[in-house]
Nanobody, 123 residues
Framework: EVQLQASGGGLVQPGGSLKLSCETSGFNIGAWGMSWVRQAPGKALESVATIHERGGLESYIPSVKGRFTISKDDVKGTVYLQMNNLKTEDTGMYFC????????????????RGQGTQVTVSS
């Protein structure tokens, strides 16, 4: 059974940083790309960052590029999202998802995702 458990969210002021983690089980993340998707209040689910199965290739939506970094540890089976210089528009529920998911709107694409972690950016 595939399991994806995100953690590390919280309340942070604009300009602050958070590092999200996603513990996986039930599959070998070394053979899969991985992604972080978010659900902002009143908005559709979107992929914000994705990483190739072998690492070394990442893609981000324009609004987070240069501020967010996705990485994965295949040995630990864990995916990370380092978020710096957070902005109020980064507020939302963040989920990790299995596979390379092109950044942007999902347009009805079916994805495998686990429980999310809430990120709130507010002063």
């Amino acid at each position: 059974e595939v399991q994806l458990q995100a953690s590390g969210g919280g309340l942070v002021q604009p300009g602050g940083s958070l590092k999200l983690s996603c513990e996986t089980s039930g599959f070998n993340i070394g053979a899969w790309g991985m992604s972080w998707v978010r659900q902002a209040p009143g908005k559709a689910l979107e992929s914000v960052a994705t990483i190739h199965e072998r690492g070394g290739l990442e893609s981000y939506i324009p609004s987070v590029k240069g501020r967010f970094t996705i990485s994965k540890d295949d040995v630990k089976g864990t995916v990370y999202l380092q978020m710096n210089n957070l902005k109020t528009e980064d507020t939302g529920m963040y989920f990790c998802a299995k596979g390379w998911i092109q950044p942007g709107g999902l347009r009805g694409q079916q994805i495998t995702r686990g429980q999310g972690t809430q990120v709130t950016v507010s002063s």
